[in-house]
């Protein structure tokens, strides 16, 4: 898709076509992963002036939703080199790394379907999508193939990171996908949704935006999900898992989910009467990542300078689709393939933000006290080491431990998009997870 010029559009100044080279700059285009089913990326090379540029790894990275994008949201509100207002970003993860983003399932950004049977209903899909993008993808850019790759993944990009991961490795074993994968970081990751749910009125409890009354109520409702997944009604479970979050709402005079100490007026929500719940859920969780300052940005002067996107594409116009068509996939867990990852070799890295609530920290560390691997026993056994927050020594940032090939990151002061809370110590984890620091 690249043409072999400079061009500027917006101040910035990005070569195109640089598909033979990492030195420096970025790339886009489209790969149709089925029929009519058509998934969008996103390339920045790495731009370090302390490393050689083919010495550093390529992350891509899979943002939540589902139906949240990684080219939009991920791009220019957490990693990308320049943020919603284009001014360069201090943290950016394009210094430790060349960065792709995907837009990711079929029908998020500008990632786009040309019917509604184009849409994904399972991770299982998902990951078969993935698989054709990252074949496409590693067989024109041979230059990567042979470059540490990992996946960072936020939310339910977290629940198909791992299910990518698995596939991945089947198909890097097989030889039907040639990378050198080095492992997957789960970031806030929907992976076991229930652990989630049954959290939030302790959590909220503990941190006093509970009263009793309200921490009944929120119980209660969290009991009516986790008897909906324990007889595998996952569609029904989705369903209540959207009251159980009215019920949070009602009682704690609408607590940020994505971060409990960030209070917006502006994004408290009242249900439209008639309104079904995916139009709810989107409102609550899709919209956030696809605010109107970045809805204009992204299908006004990126559009224009991608030049590819179809007229009749819109950036998140899919976004409501998607989510609905994952409904019924949405609460089933995904911990039996993390467990898989582990006793296969796969690095697996697992980081959560304090004072995330959606998915908080201690409903992550439920389930990972039930993986079945093997060296679970000596990783408990282990004191967390405190790491200084890189901009202020002295001060901890975060802690950490790891044992063999997983590792977890406790991240203080952020909530559930660590790198747009505390963009330097996301940085710093990134060259820990990645061997570089």
């Known amino acids: 898709m690249g043409r072999c010029a400079l061009v500027a559009v917006l101040g910035i100044l990005c070569w195109k076509g640089l598909c033979s080279s990492l030195n420096g700059g970025e790339d886009w285009g489209y790969v149709q992963v089925r029929p009519g089913a ?22 891509m990275w899979l943002q939540g939703g589902p139906g949240g994008s990684g080219s939009g949201f991920g791009n220019f509100e957490e990693i990308g080199p320049l943020d919603r207002d284009l001014k360069p970003r201090r943290s950016t993860w394009v210094q430790a790394a060349h960065v792709l983003f995907v837009d990711n399932p079929v029908g998020t950004g500008f990632s786009y379907s040309e019917d509604i049977d184009g849409f994904a209903t399972n991770v299982s899909t998902v990951a078969s999508d993935m698989m054709e993008l990252l074949r496409n993808f590693f067989n024109e850019r041979s230059e990567f193939q042979d470059i540490p790759f990992y996946i960072f993944s936020e939310s339910y990009g977290g629940k198909m990171a791992a299910v990518i991961s698995m596939e991945l490795t089947k198909a890097v074993a097989q030889g039907t996908i040639r990378c050198s994968f080095a492992g997957v970081a789960l970031g806030d990751s929907w992976i076991s949704p229930i652990d989630s749910v049954m959290t939030w009125g302790p959590y909220l409890y503990s941190t006093s935006l509970l009263d009793d009354y309200g921490l009944t109520d929120v119980s209660a409702a969290a009991e009516d999900v986790r008897r909906a997944v324990e007889q595998q009604q996952f569609q029904k479970a989705t369903e209540l898992w959207s009251v159980a979050e009215t019920v949070v709402e009602q009682n704690t005079n609408g607590v940020n989910f994505y971060n409990i100490l960030t209070q917006d ?6 249900s439209n009467p008639g309104e079904n719940f995916i139009s709810l859920q989107t409102r609550r969780h899709i919209h956030r990542l696809h605010g109107r300052s970045l809805s204009e940005l992204m299908n006004g002067p990126i559009r224009k300078k991608l030049g590819i996107i179809p007229h009749n594409v819109t950036w998140g116009g899919q976004a409501e689709q998607v989510f609905s068509s994952m409904a019924g996939d949405f609460m089933r867990p995904v911990v039996d393939v993390v467990d898989q990852l582990l006793a296969a070799g796969v690095n697996v890295t697992v980081y959560n933000g304090q004072l995330d609530l959606i998915v908080d920290t201690i409903g992550q560390e439920l389930w990972v006290k039930r993986l079945k691997w093997a060296g679970l026993p000596a990783f408990n056994k282990l004191r967390w080491t405190p790491l200084d927050d890189p901009t202020s020594p002295g001060l901890t940032g975060a802690f950490f431990k790891a044992y063999k090939n997983f590792s977890f990151y406790w991240i203080l002061k952020a909530g559930h998009m660590i790198p747009s809370d505390q963009g330097p110590m996301a940085l710093q984890m990134l060259k820990m997870i990645t061997q570089q620091d």
């Open 38 to 59: 058509h998934m969008f990326w996103w390339l920045y090379y790495a731009d370090s002036g302390s490393a050689q540029n083919q010495d550093l790894p390529l992350v």
């Open 265 to 270: 007026p502006e994004q408290k929500l009242t």
